[in-house]
């Protein structure tokens, strides 16, 4: 498995942007789906966005397609999710996830296709 830590969460308002990251613990990440999740207290973990290994197709979710960006650093292991035109409903825990494959379309938002996940940064948007 792969070792991921998040960073970069903290507070915005409403209408503004932050950018969160996640480091992977070993050279493999080239060769991983990477998916980003949210979770909020009493809610399902939900899918947010996905990457390909080396980037060349990304995923999102409806709720944040036009506002939310996906993109990876192979070459630093790190995954990104810029985020912009923050609302208050995208409060939430967010995590990365790794999964093991070459293909990342079939089923990029279901928790149960990802092996790694990451501790969680917390991403709070006030109005």
């Known amino acids: 498995q792969v070792q991921l830590a998040e960073s970069g969460g903290g507070s915005a308002q409403a209408a503004g942007s932050l950018r969160i990251s996640c480091v992977a613990s070993e050279g493999s990440f080239s060769r991983n789906c990477m998916g980003w999740f949210r979770q909020v207290p009493g809610k399902e973990r939900e899918g947010v966005a996905g990457i390909s290994p080396k980037g060349y197709y990304t995923y999102y979710d409806g709720s944040v397609k036009g506002r939310f960006t996906v993109s990876r650093d192979n070459a630093k292991n790190t995954v990104y999710l810029q985020m912009n035109s923050l609302r208050p409903e995208d409060t939430a825990m967010y995590y990365c996830?790794?999964?093991?494959?070459?293909?990342?379309?079939?089923?990029?938002?279901?928790?149960?296709?990802?092996?790694?996940w990451g501790q969680g940064t917390q991403v709070t948007v006030s109005s």
């Open positions: 996830a790794a999964a093991r494959k070459s293909s990342c379309s079939y089923r990029w938002d279901s928790p149960e296709t990802y092996d790694s």
